[in-house]
């Protein structure tokens, strides 16, 4: 099983992004699904994450501005990112809590992140 996110980019203050998870392989049941970003200088934190009733909640900084959202016939998560800041630069990354087997307890799965630079 992997995750490719794809969408990342360099873009103006203000400007918007959509980025794209996608789980390849095959899988037995997904759970929550996320996107997480790490900033220079920062750790990684948790920007946005969906369960699996399609629940949403985010840090207070992308409020209104971001949407996370997913597809499970197609196994994908997406990030709407809309007027975005400065400080919203980072690397993004995705992340899945999944079981791959009927047999295996779920466990949390990462995709390689996908740059985002917002600057003028």
């Known amino acids: 099983v992997q995750l490719q996110a794809s969408g990342g980019g360099l873009v103006q203050p203000g400007g918007s992004l959509r980025l794209s998870c996608q789980v390849s392989?095959?899988?037995?049941?997904?759970?929550?699904m996320g996107w997480y970003r790490q900033s220079p200088g920062k750790e990684r934190e948790a920007v946005t994450v969906?369960?699996?009733?399609?629940?949403?909640s985010y840090i207070d900084s992308v409020k209104d501005r971001f949407t996370i959202s997913r597809d499970n016939a197609k196994q994908m998560v997406y990030l709407q990112m809309n007027n975005l800041k400065p400080d919203d630069t980072g690397i993004y990354y995705c992340g899945v809590d999944m079981a791959r087997t009927a047999s295996e307890a779920t466990s949390y799965f990462w995709g390689e992140g996908t740059q985002v630079t917002v600057s003028s």
């Open positions: 969906i369960n699996s009733y399609g629940h949403a």
């Open positions: 392989g095959r899988v037995f049941a997904i759970n929550g």
